[in-house]
């Protein structure tokens, strides 16, 4: 089978695409006047309050599939600052999803242990889902019928490779970004049948790879609950 390939990305030979890179331009708001270029841009105080609503929203316990939709509901909240930067839209939400962190406690385990875990892992995932960026993960062209066992093996091989050496809480983005743009050429499947493609490929990627410093028994489960609601979500952007 022969896939597509797209500026800026490579779903058919994804360990040789080095030049993507999930990167995020570090803008400092807080403490800041209100302004820039005379436009209004939040502060500080304006992501803790949004953080509050968003824990208000999820008062009846938080969970890590609820990460995704959190970070959607952040992105709702910057329509309050129409003239933001996309560089400032994400940042403002990095903050924000922060904030959430530390006003919430992590089920099961000490937050002192997984919050600076979670925010690694959150960030790039802010890039990724950010709404001026989803053009990004729509196939240049579609390919009829369905991926064999043989397709579908041999590339998660090759998303496989680079992670050979360690599996870091910030890798799970790129794989999910590989995964979506795989699956979403495939037009003859239904969302179910390319969200199920997608769970495959990035939980082989997740077994089969180790998270340095943290056992995978501990790592492994909340990879899998955090993404697959973010898959989900982006296939439905795609198909719409």
Same mark, same amino acid.
């Given at each position: 089978? $022969?896939? =597509?390939?797209?500026?800026?990305?490579?779903?058919?030979?994804?360990?040789?695409? =080095?030049?993507?890179?999930?990167?995020? $331009?570090?803008? $400092? !708001?807080?403490?800041?006047?209100?302004?820039?270029?005379?436009?209004?841009?939040?502060?500080?105080?304006? /992501?803790?309050?949004?953080?509050?609503?968003?824990?208000?929203?999820?008062?009846?316990? @938080?969970?890590?599939?609820?990460?995704?939709?959190?970070?959607?509901?952040?992105?709702?909240?910057?329509?309050?600052?129409? /003239? +933001?930067?996309?560089?400032?839209?994400?940042?403002?939400?990095?903050?924000?999803?922060? &904030?959430?962190?530390? @006003?919430?406690?992590?089920?099961? +385990?000490?937050?002192?242990? =997984?919050?600076?875990?979670?925010?690694?892992?959150?960030?790039?995932?802010?890039?990724?889902?950010?709404?001026?960026?989803?053009?990004?993960?729509?196939?240049?062209?579609?390919? /009829?019928?369905?991926?064999?066992?043989?397709?579908?093996?041999?590339?998660?091989?090759?998303?496989?490779?680079?992670?050979?050496?360690? @599996?870091?809480?910030?890798?799970?983005?790129?794989?999910?970004? &590989?995964?979506?743009? @795989?699956?979403?050429?495939?037009?003859?499947?239904? +969302?179910?049948?390319? !969200?199920?493609? !997608?769970?495959?490929?990035?939980?082989?990627?997740?077994?089969? =790879?180790?998270?340095? &410093?943290?056992?995978?028994?501990?790592?492994?489960?909340?990879?899998?609950?955090? &993404?697959?609601?973010?898959?989900?979500?982006?296939?439905?952007?795609?198909?719409?």
């Amino acid at each position: 089978m $022969e896939y =597509t390939d797209a500026i800026d990305r490579n779903w058919e030979n994804p360990a040789e695409n =080095t030049s993507y890179e999930i990167a995020i $331009e570090q803008i $400092e !708001c807080a403490g800041k006047t209100p302004m820039t270029n005379g436009k209004i841009i939040p502060l500080d105080i304006d /992501h803790r309050r949004y953080a509050k609503e968003i824990v208000k929203i999820f008062h009846d316990g @938080f969970q890590w599939q609820d990460l995704g939709s959190m970070i959607v509901q952040c992105y709702s909240f910057m329509k309050e600052f129409p /003239h +933001l930067s996309f560089d400032m839209r994400v940042q403002s939400v990095i903050k924000i999803m922060e &904030y959430v962190i530390d @006003f919430t406690d992590t089920p099961y +385990l000490p937050d002192g242990l =997984t919050d600076p875990i979670l925010k690694k892992m959150i960030t790039p995932f802010v890039t990724l889902i950010a709404p001026d960026n989803l053009q990004h993960l729509q196939p240049p062209k579609k390919i /009829h019928g369905s991926p064999s066992e043989e397709d579908i093996q041999s590339y998660e091989e090759q998303i496989l490779q680079p992670f050979k050496d360690g @599996f870091h809480w910030r890798d799970l983005a790129s794989v999910v970004y &590989y995964s979506v743009g @795989f699956a979403a050429q495939f037009a003859d499947l239904s +969302l179910d049948n390319q !969200c199920n493609l !997608c769970y495959a490929i990035v939980d082989h990627i997740i077994e089969k =790879t180790d998270t340095p &410093y943290v056992l995978d028994s501990f790592s492994d489960p909340i990879f899998k609950k955090f &993404y697959r609601p973010i898959v989900r979500k982006l296939l439905q952007t795609i198909d719409q």
